[in-house]
């Protein structure tokens, strides 16, 4: 989930032919065009920042009618807690276990009362080596297509390792997962994800993904934006006849301009590499907007292989079909009704859409297919031109695809991908150049590091020459050196910055990380402190700023941090191997062992973790046990050198 949906097949596709892009698949402008426009909506909810949510159910007591038939919806089932109601799933001991081929990993679902648990084992000679038990808190997705599902740590989400595919019927590995890339129990589920698959949670702002609140489901708030003034004008009975006028307390989508109405739905089914606004958040955007005046949207364009889509890329699809561009009027809400269920609504729903505009009317276009073809179809417009399509990002799903065309008539006429031609932005035609690098950065890091996409960004960050945009320019140029490993490089564009003027956490972690890797961790420390100040609940950058602490040789301070990642997580599976590793130091062995051993019952693969226990062992007098860890080391990570020169000195001993 990760915001993160796209799969690392996409790494697949992007290094078949990558290559500098040749054109710009959008022009940039030297800023944002919407930046610093003064907004104003005849909706009173849209710009109005006293306006709030009020919650699905304070909709329902008004609205009851469309309540009973949205939360069928895929929108409306969308996320639950972990019971067997909610479930789609197949428990039966045929279906019920996955292996991880690549990890050597096991994996079994199972109810125990109403409680939902995963369990990951790995057998070695006909016994069980490893075995760790997690409870299941939420499960994602309506059960149409698959369920994945969602654990929860003292309010720090993270996504588990398997997912149920509906259509399939089967169990695997969850999306991006698969080939070696399984991070386990630890892919965090961050803001971007939670904000499209769910109703608006409480977010602590100063993590990557803690929440202390979240809604079941995405609500009407979602498409209709903060309901407090709508509600406030009802109490005061303030009568609207909105068979005269429209109610312009709260947004009504249907009464939207089409490019308006696109705008809603996109902020979830446009998926691909979203770009932030400076200044802005995934809480930002309310439906009356545009949407790049939040975020700007940005998928990878290939030459060739128009078959390859991703399974939320719904309005990308359509943007590209003719129906789109010559009609002027489509929208979403054409065809579909968003209060209704798609496994409810009549076919002619989505008939008629097409026919109003290629029925029998003079000078609408029809058909060209003979009526015997069209009989063996049943006429259905649909079923020919948007086909079900494999989804490349998510596996043993296929979905309806909103690329309305002529579709080849096998699988032989399909294109192939011959060269990647660069990003485009799909919700704004002229994003500025700093947006379209960072589309390139984005797209580096979560899918495709390939250094060409690196020379695209510096490509676009050499073109922005204002002052303004300059001093922002600093956070972009430290991260592509960064990516590129040149860390003095990425240190240089901090001589002239002060932690403490800071305010972006990354740039800050960057910045730590850089010099670390320098080896100047006194000068690392401040930035590592500084990335902690921002994001006081990023477990990964305080356990970062504790091993600086300890490259230093503070121990106790150090150690406080690493308590304080335990005290939030119990399984910070790095937190707790440098707990032990500090109390190895000490002298305190029985404390030092604790921590070293539940490090390892959360990975029994952690090479910094098998080092410190061999260690131990050996410090113990226990060279059979310290050789037994080493050797494991390097049947699960051959290139460790530490561990063949500790096993070395066994032998020399």
């Known amino acids: 989930m990760s915001s993160r949906f796209l799969r690392k097949i996409l790494i697949v596709v992007a290094l078949f032919a990558m290559t500098l892009p040749v054109f710009f698949c959008n022009s940039p402008t030297s800023k944002n065009d919407t930046s610093d426009e003064q907004k104003s909506s005849a909706w009173k909810n849209v710009y109005d920042t006293s306006a709030h949510y009020v919650g699905m159910q304070t909709c329902r007591g008004c609205h009851e009618s469309i309540y009973q038939t949205f939360i069928q919806t895929g929108m409306g089932q969308s996320f639950g807690f972990a019971s067997k109601e909610k479930s789609a799933a197949d428990f039966s001991p045929e279906h019920a276990i996955v292996y991880d081929s690549a990890l050597d990993y096991y994996y079994k679902p199972y109810f125990t009362g109403d409680s939902f648990y995963i369990m990951e084992f790995r057998i070695e000679d006909g016994d069980t080596v490893h075995k760790r038990i997690q409870q299941v808190d939420y499960i994602v997705g309506s059960g149409q297509h698959t369920n994945s599902h969602i654990f929860s740590t003292n309010g720090y989400l993270y996504q588990a390792p398997i997912t149920f595919y509906t259509q399939k019927h089967r169990w695997d590995l969850a999306p991006g997962f698969e080939k070696g890339a399984s991070t386990r129990f630890q892919r965090l589920i961050e803001i971007e994800c939670m904000s499209c698959h769910n109703g608006y949670p409480d977010f602590a702002t100063n993590s990557e993904n803690k929440y202390t609140l979240l809604k079941t489901g995405i609500d009407c708030e979602r498409c209709h934006g903060p309901g407090s003034i709508h509600v406030q004008e009802r109490q005061n009975n303030t009568p609207v006849d909105t068979s005269k006028r429209p109610d312009y307390s709260i947004v009504n989508p249907r009464r939207l301009s089409p490019e308006l109405q696109n705008n809603v739905c996109q902020r979830c089914h446009l998926q691909g590499i979203t770009v932030l606004n400076d200044g802005k958040t995934f809480f930002d955007f309310h439906p009356g907007m545009k949407l790049s005046e939040v975020m700007n949207v940005f998928m990878p364009e290939y030459e060739g292989a128009q078959d390859k889509m991703i399974m939320a890329s719904h309005v990308e699809r359509m943007k590209k079909s003719q129906c789109f561009i010559q009609s002027g009027k489509m929208s979403c809400i054409t065809c579909h009704d968003p209060h209704v269920s798609v496994r409810f609504t009549p076919r002619s729903q989505f008939l008629n859409a097409c026919q109003s505009c290629h029925g029998s009317a003079a000078g609408q276009h029809q058909c060209t297919e003979s009526a015997a073809v069209r009989a063996t179809?049943?006429?259905?417009?649909?079923?020919?031109?948007?086909?079900?399509?494999?989804?490349?990002?998510?596996?043993?799903?296929?979905?309806?695809?909103?690329?309305?065309?002529?579709?080849?008539?096998?699988?032989?006429?399909?294109?192939?991908?011959?060269?990647?031609?660069?990003?485009?932005?799909?919700?704004?035609?002229?994003?500025?150049?700093?947006?379209?690098?960072?589309?390139?950065?984005?797209?580096?890091?979560?899918?495709?590091?390939?250094?060409?996409?690196?020379?695209?960004?510096?490509?676009?960050?050499?073109?922005?020459?204002?002052?303004?945009?300059?001093?922002?320019?600093?956070?972009?140029?430290?991260?592509?050196?960064?990516?590129?490993?040149?860390?003095?490089?990425?240190?240089?564009?901090?001589?002239?910055?002060?932690?403490?003027?800071?305010?972006?956490?990354?740039?800050?972690?960057?910045?730590?990380?850089?010099?670390?890797q320098l080896h100047q961790a006194d000068k690392a420390l401040q930035w590592y402190q500084r990335a902690t100040e921002i994001w006081k609940y990023s477990l990964d950058f305080e356990n970062k700023y504790g091993i600086c602490l300890l490259a230093l040789g503070r121990i106790p301070d150090a150690l406080k941090v690493f308590q304080f990642v335990i005290s939030e997580n119990p399984n910070h599976i790095s937190a707790n191997t440098n707990l032990g590793y500090i109390y190895m130091q000490q002298g305190n062995n029985a404390m030092a062992y604790d921590y070293l051993m539940k490090a390892d019952a959360l990975d029994p693969d952690y090479e910094q973790n098998l080092i410190n226990l061999a260690v131990w062992y050996h410090n113990n007098q226990k060279p059979e046990l310290a050789r037994k860890y080493l050797d494991h080391l390097l049947k699960r990570h051959p290139g460790n050198e530490q561990a063949k020169a500790m096993l070395i000195d066994l032998d020399r001993n």
């Open 377 to 516: 179809k049943n006429n259905d417009c649909v079923s020919c031109h948007m086909p079900h399509n494999s989804s490349i990002d998510i596996p043993h799903v296929a979905v309806t695809d909103h690329y309305i065309r002529k579709w080849p008539m096998d699988d032989s006429e399909r294109e192939k991908i011959t060269a990647f031609l660069g990003m485009k932005c799909f919700n704004n035609s002229k994003p500025d150049a700093i947006t379209i690098a960072r589309s390139y950065l984005e797209f580096y890091e979560r899918y495709a590091p390939t250094k060409e996409l690196l020379d695209s960004a510096l490509l676009y960050l050499g073109m922005q020459s204002d002052v303004e945009a300059t001093k922002k320019q600093n956070r972009d140029y430290i991260r592509v050196y960064f990516l590129l490993k040149d860390y003095q490089k990425s240190v240089s564009y901090a001589e002239t910055l002060q932690p403490a003027a800071m305010n972006d956490a990354w740039t800050a972690y960057r910045l730590g990380e850089s010099y670390y």
